[in-house]
């Protein structure tokens, strides 16, 4: 994901956005690609999965810090039950079922 913020392994930026932009507005201008994302988390919350998309039209706020993962990196199965989940994903999950490594990207 570093290389869509001109680094190599790791980035850290501030982006300035107008108010009311949500994560899919801030995905695109960044130029992230679905199916290069893996776990995206939002002030430590789960907002998406590795080819769940939820497109939840919660808008970002001030400060915020949104962490994007690319689907490399996953995320140990040990630590995902109890995980603060956004709204929209919860309600995608009740669709999918149980949290697994990958989703089958229905966007």
């Known amino acids: ?6 680094k190599k392994h ?8 107008e108010a ?3 994560k ?9 690609p679905n199916q290069e994302r893996g776990y995206l988390f939002i002030n430590a919350v ?8 939820t497109n939840g039209p919660e808008p970002l706020q001030d400060g915020d810090h ?4 690319s689907i490399q990196h996953m995320w ?3 630590y995902r039950d109890g995980i603060p989940m956004s709204p929209s994903l919860s ?13 089958e990207d229905k966007s």
């Open 20 to 22: 009311g932009t949500t």
């Open 76 to 78: 140990p199965y040990q």
């Open 46 to 53: 789960l907002h998406e999965v590795p080819g769940m998309t």
């Open 10 to 17: 790791v980035a850290q930026f501030e982006v300035e956005l």
């Open 24 to 32: 899919s507005e801030l995905l695109s201008k960044l130029g992230v």
């Open 66 to 69: 949104i962490g994007v993962f």
């Open 1 to 6: 994901m570093a290389k869509y913020a001109g």
């Open 91 to 103: 309600e995608a999950m009740k669709t999918h079922g149980a949290m697994h490594h990958v989703y």
